[in-house]
T-cell receptor
Framework: NAGVTQTPKFQVLKTGQSMTLQCAQDMNHNSMYWYRQDPGMGLRLIYYSASEGTTDKGEVPNGYNVSRLNKREFSLRLESAAPSQTSVYFC????????????FGPGTRLTVT | RKEVEQDPGPFNVPEGATVAFNCTYSNSASQSFFWYRQDCRKEPKLLMSVYSSGNEDGRFTAQLNRASQYISLLIRDSKLSDSATYLCVVSMEYGNKLVFGAGTILRVKS
């Protein structure tokens, strides 16, 4: 039981490049989330998926797109990376809804130069 | 005003000390409250949920004051292994999301 896995762990991009961050969970959770964490700030929600087949914007969705590929997988795509997207990205999953514990993946450290 | 505010610290305490963290939130309609712990360069992990009646888990006690819109975390008999960042987390039903505070850094020293 791996929990929540994320790939890659580290990535360096040049401005304008694109990439997809992958996330998968094996806990049969319904809800999945993408956050970014910047120094001195709390985790900020980028997008979430309350259940398979649905996605919704969070607090900071601009510059990102997501795909809930199936119940297990939720990917985050940067179409044209910008230096402001340098951050640590965490994927999380929860059984359902906000009253349940969120389980986080180990994070992806992204640098955009 | 931030939706969730915490004192960033750091709190530097000796082993065995008692330390308390407070957190305030802006949305009176919030229903779910949590404390998460985050070790350096690691992912956040749930420390405990916070209930209206207050709850205790070993050396950790969490309390909720809805009238004043704040949450507290008390750590007794601090251990070196308690050194981490403690994140206050509150649900925001209108946006169907959790809002994370920026965290309070705790450093326990021998």
């Amino acid at each position: 039981n791996a929990g929540v896995t994320q790939t890659p762990k580290f990535q360096v991009l040049k401005t304008g490049q694109s990439m997809t961050l992958q996330c998968a969970q094996d806990m049969n959770h319904n809800s999945m989330y993408w956050y970014r964490q910047d120094p001195g700030m709390g985790l900020r929600l980028i997008y979430y998926s309350a259940s398979e087949g649905t996605t919704d914007k969070g607090e900071v969705p601009n510059g990102y797109n997501v795909s809930r590929l199936n119940k297990r997988e939720f990917s985050l795509r940067l179409e044209s990376a910008a230096p402001s997207q340098t951050s640590v990205y965490f994927c999380a999953s929860a059984l359902a809804g906000l009253s349940y514990e969120q389980y986080f993946g180990p994070g992806t450290r992204l640098t955009v130069t | 005003r931030k939706e969730v505010e915490q004192d960033p610290g750091p709190f530097n305490v000796p082993e065995g000390a008692t330390v308390a963290f407070n957190c305030t939130y802006s949305n009176s309609a919030s229903q779910s409250f949590f404390w998460y712990r985050q070790d350096c360069r690691k992912e956040p992990k749930l420390l405990m949920s916070v209930y209206s009646s207050g709850n205790e888990d070993g050396r950790f006690t969490a309390q909720l004051n809805r009238a004043s819109q704040y949450i507290s975390l008390l750590i007794r008999d601090s251990k070196l292994s308690d050194s981490a960042t403690y994140l206050c987390v509150v649900s925001m039903e209108y946006g169907n999301k959790l809002v994370f505070g920026a965290g309070t850094i705790l450093r326990v020293k021998s």
